[in-house]
């Protein structure tokens, strides 16, 4: 069965802005989470979020960074997040910062 978002996490109120990607469980540093934008110049900014990169919020110091391979970014963790966490990352708009 399909699922938009990895068995680790939910989307939830966020203690930042509206609702954002909380972790169930405890999460290692370093751990792949998924897709969180797909490279398609007819969008803004030549990225489509996906549910993962769509409800992950700004903060200047982000627990997770995005990888680019090929033409996905791919969502990372940068440090251990324990669960009730909210996930972020550090982005200017909707212009995802690329590790």
Do not use: Q
């Amino acid at each position: 069965m399909y699922r938009p978002l990895p068995d680790c996490l939910t989307i939830g109120v966020s203690h930042i802005d509206g609702l954002g990607l909380i972790a169930t469980k405890d999460i290692l540093a370093n751990i792949e989470l998924g897709i969180g934008h797909i490279k398609d110049d007819r969008f803004e900014n030549g990225w489509i979020r996906t549910p993962l990169g769509g409800f992950i919020n700004h903060l200047e110091n982000p627990n997770c960074h995005l990888v680019e391979v090929e033409d996905f970014l791919m969502l990372f963790t940068k440090s251990n997040i324990k669960a009730g966490d909210e996930l972020t990352l550090h982005y200017t708009l909707y212009v995802p910062v690329i590790s």
